[in-house]
């Protein structure tokens, strides 16, 4: 990885660790949507997979994630 790419993630991860967590487990869950959105960018290089679709999909896990949790179960 690029060194500018690695700034890149080394500022979300920082940005989502300093995140409140107002929900258990939600700075972790942001952790790794991160770090799926990084290995889907990495793998579209290479597949040209719709990468826009995957992300979206990693969007969605989190929002589900924070309104489960939250106690909204719909």
Same mark, same amino acid.
């Given at each position: 990885?690029?060194?500018?790419?690695?700034?890149?993630?080394?500022?979300?991860?920082?940005?989502?660790?300093?995140? !409140?967590?107002?929900?258990?487990?939600? #700075?972790?869950?942001?952790?790794?949507? %991160? /770090? =799926? *959105? +990084?290995?889907? !960018?990495?793998?579209?290089?290479?597949? #040209?997979?719709?990468?826009?679709?995957? %992300? /979206? =999909? *990693? +969007?969605?896990?989190?929002?589900?994630?924070?309104?489960? #949790?939250?106690?909204?179960?719909?």
């Amino acid at each position: 990885m690029a060194y500018k790419d690695e700034r890149v993630v080394s500022i979300l991860l920082e940005q989502a660790d300093a995140i !409140e967590e107002r929900v258990p487990g939600y #700075r972790k869950e942001l952790q790794e949507a %991160v /770090a =799926d *959105i +990084v290995q889907q !960018e990495r793998q579209n290089k290479f597949a #040209r997979t719709n990468v826009a679709v995957k %992300v /979206a =999909d *990693i +969007v969605g896990r989190v929002g589900t994630f924070l309104n489960h #949790r939250s106690g909204n179960p719909d």
